[in-house]
């Protein structure tokens, strides 16, 4: 069974009523929704995704509470039709988690893996038609550095993006992360070509501009005294969070429940090294 980031610690936040009405706004394997729904009793928990093949795991992956599950496929975008699908005005409480899903990393038709071979693909929404390949393939070399830059945080970028440029065309997965490696070579832990193909994900899917948007909608979609909590993975992403939380704190419409971001603990690190760089982030609404 696929465990979650930070579960005990999101169900904390979250609060859960058993009468309530929930939101997963990144269902992925179903996680966080299964344990939403296994503490419900008239309550429903609204299981929302990009990923089409993430949603056919969920719902097998939370099978035994499917009368207290709605699924629904869309961006942060559509989160307004999700709630209003099952005819629901408002939640009692939200969590979203930014991540990655392992089985995304690691399934080699769907391109984020850098240690296996497959297509130059990384979109989480199939049906989208811009691909990695499309980008590192057609994109100017000025293009794909300050992208690898600005998201990937990453130093090398214009070395980098010459690279890339220069072997164009580029065919798979792992001859887009030899190209990087042989332009930057090792000098850590990380994999060289770890920061460029998170850059091209977050590209590819929009995921800052989807970010601002569910920071957007999340507060009108939740009721008062509902919860919102949001775990990210990237300091982007914390960034984001944490000033949006803060805003809506002095403007009197929410209260901060984390004055510091929560953290995995050493045992959860340990047991999922994955975890380890999540934060978590939760607002009470007024």
Known sequence: MHQPVL????????????????????????????E???????????ANDRDTESLEFARANTMEFVQRIRFHHGTFSDLGDAVREPG??????????????????????RGFSILTDGPLDMRMDQSQRITAGDLVNSAAEKAIADLIYQLGEER???????????????????????VVERAAPRTGRLHPATRTFMALRMAVNDEQGELDRLLELAPGLT???GRIVIISFMSLEDRKVKEKFRNLGREGRAEVLTKHPVTPSEKEIYDNPASRS???RAVVMM
């Open 7 to 34: 579960s005990a610690e999101t169900m904390e936040y979250l609060a859960i009523r058993p009468e309530g009405i929930y939101l997963d706004c990144t269902t992925g394997l179903g996680g966080h929704t299964r």
């Open 36 to 46: 939403i729904a296994r503490r419900l009793s008239t309550g429903l928990v609204i």
């Open 88 to 109: 629901i005005d408002k939640v009692n409480g939200m969590v979203a988690d930014l991540g990655v899903s392992r089985y995304q990393l690691t399934e080699p038709h």
């Open 156 to 178: 090398r970028a214009r070395k980098i993006a010459r690279a890339i440029v220069r072997a164009r065309r580029i065919r798979s997965t792992l001859h887009l992360a030899g």
């Open 223 to 225: 009721a008062a005294g």
């Open 278 to 280: 999540a934060k978590l």
